[in-house]
């Protein structure tokens, strides 16, 4: 079936340590996203990418690096430069059409845990 | 960016119908108003979008105000699987961009 796989589902990492969150889709999609959630709030975005080898900053990229080598592939490092990277992390795509909206699809997440 | 605004929670009774509101009085003539649901420890699945007309389908029913200003989600019986963080967001139909903007959402809250 098509869909976004993230891995690892869990991880948990010392301060000082850059870590590397895998997003992999089988949709053919374009387009794709990193989101960040802290406890209780709503998802703000890190960077999105709309083709390959390119990419562009969200709200929140700062501490943060993506890269676009492969269509099916975006991954996202969290950087020791990011002062506080404890959160749910969710990667996304959409088709890349250019009149009708897509549906945004998410994987299932990935939770880092700094200790 | 547009923004939209939605009430922080909501309760309803199972079996009831629940109507979710959003406001968004910055929307431009292109803007999609999607709406998007998590589970805990889930990401968000799709609800349900629209643009100026009234939708339905098998989830959810969109009732959309006609200056556009405002929406409400509308699921029409509620069930303890509905409970859940909705979010109400635009989309830029023009660009291409395709960027997102979620907000903080709405918990709701299924009482059996």
């Known amino acids: 079936d098509g869909g976004i796989t993230q891995s690892p589902k869990y991880l948990f990492r010392k301060e000082g340590q850059n870590v590397t969150l895998s997003c992999e889709q089988n949709l053919n999609h374009d387009a794709m996203y990193w989101y960040r959630q802290d406890p209780g709030q709503g998802l703000r975005l890190i960077y999105y990418?709309?083709?390959?080898?390119?990419?562009q900053k969200g709200d929140i990229a700062e501490g943060y690096s993506v890269s676009r080598e492969k269509k099916e592939s975006f991954p996202l490092t969290v950087t020791s430069a990011q002062k506080n990277p404890t959160a749910f992390y969710l990667c996304a795509s959409t088709p890349r059409l250019s009149a009708a909206p897509g549906e945004l699809f998410f994987g299932e997440g990935s939770r880092l845990t700094v200790l | 960016d547009a923004k939209t605004t939605q009430p922080n929670s909501m309760e309803s009774n199972e079996e009831e119908p629940v109507h979710l509101p959003c406001n968004h009085s910055t929307i431009s003539g292109t803007d999609y108003i999607h709406w998007y649901r998590q589970l805990p420890s889930q990401g968000p699945e799709y609800v349900i979008h629209?643009?100026?007309s009234n939708v339905n389908n098998r989830m959810a029913s969109l009732a959309i105000a006609e200056d556009r200003k405002s929406s409400t989600l509308i699921l029409h019986r509620a069930t303890l699987r509905d409970a859940a963080v909705y979010y109400c967001?635009?989309?830029?139909?023009?660009?291409?961009?395709?960027?997102?903007?979620f907000g903080t959402g709405t918990r709701l809250k299924v009482l059996a």
């Open positions: 990418s709309q083709i390959v080898n390119d990419f």
């Open positions: 967001i635009l989309r830029d139909g023009t660009s291409g961009t395709y960027k997102y903007i």
């Open positions: 629209g643009l100026t």
